[in-house]
Nanobody, 123 residues
């Protein structure tokens, strides 16, 4: 099992930047697919970025070119650098993981979750 703990959320104005971190403990993070999701009240949780077992990234169209996912395997930490933030980026951001390394892009397989971290972007 792996335990995930996010940090780094907060409030920022439009165009600003934030960096989210997700510390993984309990297992080697490199043996897991890891991803960032976000959710707003009344809406379905959406996957916004994944990192594959070979560290290649994937992004939802809504964040492509603005967000960067990365992983530090020595520290077992996942990051999400968010630039050029927009009001629609507001939401609760969750770090997630699953162990089926051949299917990192399958969002329904993510079964380990962090507690969530709020991001608010104001105009």
């Amino acid at each position: 099992q792996v335990h995930l703990m996010e940090s780094g959320g907060g409030s920022v104005q439009v165009g600003g930047s934030l960096r989210l971190s997700c510390a993984a403990s309990g297992a080697a993070a490199s043996r897991y697919c890891m991803a960032w999701f976000r959710q707003n009240p009344g809406k379905k949780r959406e996957g916004i970025s994944i990192i594959n077992s070979d560290d290649t990234p994937g992004y939802a169209d809504a964040v492509k070119g603005r967000f960067t996912i990365s992983r530090d395997n020595s520290e077992i930490t996942l990051y999400l650098q968010m630039n050029s933030l927009k009001p629609e980026d507001t939401g609760m951001y969750y770090c997630a993981a699953h162990s089926k390394l051949w299917a990192c892009n399958v969002v329904d397989l993510y079964d380990y979750w962090g507690q969530g971290n709020q991001v608010a972007v104001s105009s």
